[in-house]
């Protein structure tokens, strides 16, 4: 199936509006073009910068649901993990509270990720997925879609394979503590220097 990507890592929701949406605009509509779906994650990076501001973040972010809504007979947000990032971003709520009002507003479906993360699913950073928690993003956004009934022909799970042992598990598991325990204490540092 065709699929198109405008995502840019680090990228906000300002740059979506001032970057992506312009550069889709120059190189790849077409007069009237239609799309069965369109996704939106945003405002991770947002959220975590230090300049943090919901009056920007939230007219950015409904100007590019907007222009989804305007494209695509489907729309998806998402919303973020509450436990994200280290140290801990504050503002999650209000950002999530913030993209199911403008989803709720525009017509959009939205994937609640909120409660989303585990050891095997959030990298040691708590902001990235891991290949199993893009999986299991991936499964989720297909049951929010399939309730609003668009066929699903594939599940994600069911193209993956994968062996472990339990030399493996204790060597990821070990790993990933000390990658965890490394990040919550440079968190703690930049805490106790702030």
């Known amino acids: 199936m065709p699929f198109t990507s405008y995502a840019v890592d680090g990228a ?3 740059d979506v509006v001032g970057g992506q949406i312009p ?6 509509a077409q007069s009237g073009s239609r799309y069965e779906l369109g996704c939106l994650y945003i405002g991770v990076n947002d959220v975590r910068a230090e300049d943090w501001a919901l009056r920007r973040f ?3 972010f409904r100007t590019a649901v907007t222009f989804l809504r305007e494209r695509c007979d489907r729309v998806l947000t998402v919303t ?8 801990r971003a504050l503002g999650v709520e209000e950002m999530d509270d913030a ?29 990235h997925p891991t290949a199993f928690g893009q999986i299991a993003i991936a499964e989720r956004a297909l049951d929010v879609l399939a309730r609003d009934g668009m066929r699903v022909a594939v599940r ?7 062996e ?3 030399w493996k598990r204790l060597r990821g598991d070990a790993t990933y503590a000390y990658r965890h325990l490394k990040v919550s204490a440079s968190a703690a540092v930049l805490r106790l220097l702030r």
Not at 99 to 127: C, K, P, Q, T, W
Not at 156 to 162: C, H, K, Q
Request: charged share 25%; net charge neutral.
């Open 58 to 60: 939230e007219p950015d």
């Open 23 to 28: 550069l889709f605009k120059r190189v790849a």
């Open 156 to 162: 994600p799970s069911s193209l993956i394979a994968y």
């Open 80 to 87: 973020a993990p509450l436990d994200l990032g280290r140290p």
């Open 99 to 127: 993209i199911e009002r403008a989803a709720a507003d525009l017509g959009a479906l939205v994937l609640d990720l909120r409660g989303f993360g585990a050891r095997n699913m959030m990298m040691s950073d708590h902001v």
């Open 12 to 14: 906000r929701a300002a």
């Open 164 to 166: 472990t042992t339990w």
